[in-house]
């Protein structure tokens, strides 16, 4: 199922026609805008095109595409504006909204319907309004008009409403306004639902009333809002019932009205609108090479052609402006889809464009704006805490602190952890207090959180930066020539063994059944052989630092399970080790060796396919941070989640003890709005069975391989048969896996792995220039990493195994 692209054409003019509405005139103003249009300089050819169409056949508005009505039956369009072609999608025979004539109407258009599907899909009419468009632009410069049904929020043929139907097509609009008494009001909520998901309204038309003036009102308000012109022109003629007369009446107002070139004068400042949108498109990267610093880049590799120009945004694909050059035929659309292959850097989980968040955040910001939190409360935040808290079942877990994006939340993690480990153990204020970590692993590019992360590329070049931890080495998974394999990093072996192989992802994530096995023992062994050693050298450490699984920015590193959990097994146990084994825990819920701090922010709220990625484990940290998926990708916020041990140790009477953190939009309500939205989405997502697709196709395990009353549920959306098949191209590829809505392609590379590695460059490079839609992707050195939303389809995500299966071949 191909994506929707946005129509934008270089020699064709597509406007949509929205009704604020329903008899508000929008096939009168149609017409009007096809003879004015007719008559525009360099027009070649004007099209009206009603996608859906409802009532009888002799009052309908065009004859349709397939000729199924009467073709002496002539539309109002084809009267009164002959020069336009028209033609309709969908016709329905009972006059009431479209949703509900597909569902009662006896009749269909066209007419192969009635025996495959009676009710088109959204993607399936988008697709057919696509082609129309693209039939028209290779019939020169020209005009297309798209007309709505009723009003802006009257459903489609599905139900879905069409302020949210066309959003995908992102035409520029020409709303048409109500006259009457009451339009105001439905023309400003008109204008409002449309600019809310997206749409440009380009002007706003409407009939002349002298008896209620709505057009001075709307004239003011539209311009302060966007300097949106408002059009007048005369009311029609009263209908005569001698259709002759009729006619004749109506063919002289269109004449009067024509003559007063108001209409001109509007489709003159749209094709102006649409020159300059297409002006800005095809400067925008040259211009953003010359003013951005960007981040995570090597500026000085980077041109203006390697600069992605992003339109718009719809679901999972981004709208990517697509230069054209003097020898290409200028009938090609210069947009084109890209699937948002790194989810936009690792937020997106409801897609883009999500009128549900959007709806979120505006309700917050009419009500709230921004308020600041310091000893104060508001029912998002406070709401949000308490939803999240409950959500992790993580029974340590009290307190919930607010910061603004994942690398902060952390450094207050870090804060946490090391004042508590200092308040314990009784250690000095002037002792150097390090962090346990895992090698790899990356936290953010805050100094604090930085210092928690080996010396790497990320900040081996930060003058301040000084790697106050260490960093355990540890074993790998990944699927390789068909088997689930844990490797042994050389210089462990000697402690850890050689490595398991698995037949499959369930049994390496089955924690409970692997413990009872000798490695769990080497493991923890192992990590307390570490902590002694450390702990001879007279260094301090304050806390357990990692990424549930895999860790991410450090290159999508798929850590064996059962050794995150062994780790936090020895460091809970070696209090002896590390401070004063004298010191002991309060209660089962305190913290025991040291605070464990996970580090949730891509890895949680449901991207590996858990609402935490911790319960992979079979551990409750004391301290956790969310972030990412929280607001759905559509706003920064963090939170960082604290046991009551860890909350109390701030408690005093003097304020300098008390966690002195923040940030001026702390908490800001349209964050925290946004974050419930996209909490109560995902989890009855979760709940509903949305994914039962990806759990139950092929990974869901069987009782003959496996105990499937022990097996965990453990799933991707991307298949176990691609996962096999790209595993077994052992010449390009040293590893691969997939869990949740994240697929991770180690690739070969002669030189050595690495973030400096330039492996996985030729495969981005080739899914980038596809056709006819691509796929806009992050590599890490030579690991080639590509994630769904959580909204993803599952021919959506059959179609990108094609591509990257097709990808592989051409690069091998």
Same mark, same amino acid.
Request: proline share 4%.
């Given at each position: ?57 002799? @009052? ?22 002959? !020069? ?20 009662? !109407? ?53 139900? #879905? ?49 002298? $008896? ?33 007369? +009729? ?17 001109? %004068? ?15 498109? $095809? ?15 090597? =500026? ?11 339109? !718009? ?57 921004? /308020? ?50 200092? +308040? ?20 953010? +590019? ?13 900040? &081996? ?26 490797? /042994?990093?050389?210089?462990?072996? @000697?402690?850890?063994?050689?490595? &398991? ?8 994530? +089955? ?18 052989? /570490? ?36 780790? /936090? ?21 305190? *913290? ?50 604290? !046991? ?66 022990? #097996? ?16 077994? %191209? #052992?010449? =390009? ?35 980038? =220039?596809?056709?006819? *839609? ?16 959580? %909204? ?21």
């Amino acid at each position: 199922m191909a994506p929707i692209e946005s129509l934008l054409w270089r020699r064709l003019r597509i406007h949509q026609i929205y009704g604020a509405n329903t008899d508000v005139g929008k096939t009168i103003f149609s017409t009007f805008l096809c003879n004015a249009a007719s008559n525009h300089r360099g027009a070649e050819r004007v099209a009206y095109l009603k996608p859906v169409s409802t009532g009888a056949e002799d @009052e309908a508005d065009t004859k349709s595409l397939e000729g199924i009505i009467n073709q002496s039956s002539f539309s109002h369009i084809k009267r009164f504006a002959p !020069s336009a072609s028209t033609d309709v999608l969908y016709q329905y025979d009972i006059p009431c909204s479209p949703h509900t004539a597909a569902l009662a !109407s006896g009749r269909i258009y066209p007419i192969e319907y009635l025996r495959t599907q009676p009710i088109p899909s959204d993607h399936a009419l988008l697709r057919k309004i696509q082609n129309v468009a693209a039939e028209q632009a290779k019939l020169g410069h020209g005009w297309l008009f798209l007309e709505t049904a009723g009003g802006v929020h009257s459903p489609g043929p599905s139900g #879905t409403s069409q302020a949210e139907l066309y959003a995908p097509l992102r035409s520029p609009v020409i709303l048409v306004g109500d006259s009457r008494l009451g339009g105001i009001s439905q023309t400003i909520s008109s204008y409002e639902s449309l600019k809310i998901r997206g749409y440009d309204v380009a002007s706003v038309l409407l009939f002349q009333n002298d $008896q209620y003036n709505n057009d001075g009102y709307l004239e003011e308000y539209l311009y302060k809002q966007g300097k949106i012109p408002v059009t007048t022109v005369p009311e029609p003629p009263a209908r005569n019932s001698n259709h002759d007369e +009729d006619n004749q009446a109506l063919a002289a107002y269109y004449r009067n009205v024509d003559s007063s070139d108001k209409i001109s %004068k509007v489709v003159e400042n749209l094709d102006q609108r649409a020159e300059d949108r297409v002006s800005q498109l $095809q400067s925008m990267s040259e211009r953003a090479h010359k003013t951005i610093w960007y981040p995570f880049t090597q =500026q000085k590799l980077l041109s203006p052609n390697s600069i992605s120009t992003i339109d !718009s945004a719809h679901g999972d694909y981004f709208q990517v402006y697509k230069p054209q050059n003097d020898t290409e035929s200028s009938d090609r659309p210069l947009l084109q889809p890209a699937f948002d292959g790194s989810a936009s850097w690792w937020t997106q989980g409801l897609g883009h464009g999500s009128s549900q968040l959007t709806m979120a955040a505006a309700y917050a910001a009419g009500r709230y704006g921004h /308020v600041m939190f310091a000893e104060a409360i508001h029912e998002p935040a406070l709401t949000l805490a308490e939803k999240i808290l409950q959500g992790t079942q993580n029974p340590r877990l009290t307190r919930t602190f607010y910061t603004d994006n994942g690398s902060t939340g952390c450094e207050v993690a870090i804060k946490m952890a090391l004042r508590a480990s200092r +308040d314990r153990y009784g250690w000095d204020v002037n002792d150097k207090i390090e962090i346990l970590g895992l090698k790899g692993s990356y936290h953010g +590019d805050t100094i604090g959180a930085m210092d928690a992360s080996e010396p790497c590329t990320f900040n &081996e070049k930060v003058d301040w930066y000084q790697g106050k931890g260490y960093w355990f080495d540890y074993p790998t998974v990944n699927c390789t020539n068909g088997k689930w394999v844990v490797h /042994v990093p050389e210089p462990l072996r @000697e402690h850890l063994g050689n490595g &398991e192989d698995f037949e499959s992802l369930s049994h390496v994530f +089955d924690i409970s059944s692997r413990s009872q096995s000798a490695v769990l023992d080497k493991y923890e062994t192992y990590v307390q052989l /570490v902590l002694e050693k450390l702990g001879k050298q007279g260094r301090k450490f304050g806390g357990l630092m990692m990424e549930p699984v895999i860790l991410g920015a450090g290159g999508m590193i798929f850590v064996d399970p059962l050794f995150q959990r062994a780790l /936090v097994n020895a460091v809970r146990k070696s209090a002896h080790l590390i401070g004063n084994a004298q010191v002991q825990p309060t209660n089962d819920n305190d *913290w025991s060796g040291l605070p464990v701090i996970h580090d949730e922010v891509f890895t949680g709220l449901y991207r590996l396919g858990r609402f935490t990625s911790s319960s992979f484990l079979g551990v409750h940290p004391d301290i956790a941070v969310n972030a990412k998926l929280l607001t759905g990708g559509l706003l920064p916020l963090c939170v960082t989640l604290a !046991s009551e041990s860890i909350f109390n140790t701030f408690e005093s009477d003097d304020k300098s003890d008390a966690l002195l953190h923040g940030h001026s939009y702390t908490a800001h309500a349209i964050g925290c709005q946004v974050a419930l939205e996209s909490l109560d989405e995902l989890q009855a997502m979760d709940t509903q069975g949305d994914w039962n697709w990806a759990r139950n196709s092929n990974w869901k395990e069987t009782a003959a391989s496996h105990d499937s009353a022990t #097996t965990p549920e453990v799933w991707s959306v991307w298949s176990r048969e691609f996962v096999t098949e790209v595993s077994q %191209k #052992t010449d =390009q590829v040293s590893g691969i896996w997939a869990l949740g809505s994240v697929l991770a392609i180690s690739m070969r590379d002669a030189d050595g792995a690495g973030y400096k590695s330039k492996a996985a460059a030729k495969l981005q490079a080739t899914l980038k =220039q596809a056709e006819p *839609w691509s796929m806009h992707t992050r590599v890490l050195g030579n690991v080639f990493y590509i994630m769904a939303s959580q %909204k993803t389809s599952q021919e959506a995500v059959e179609e990108m195994q094609e591509r990257l299966l097709h990808g592989l071949e051409q690069t091998s």
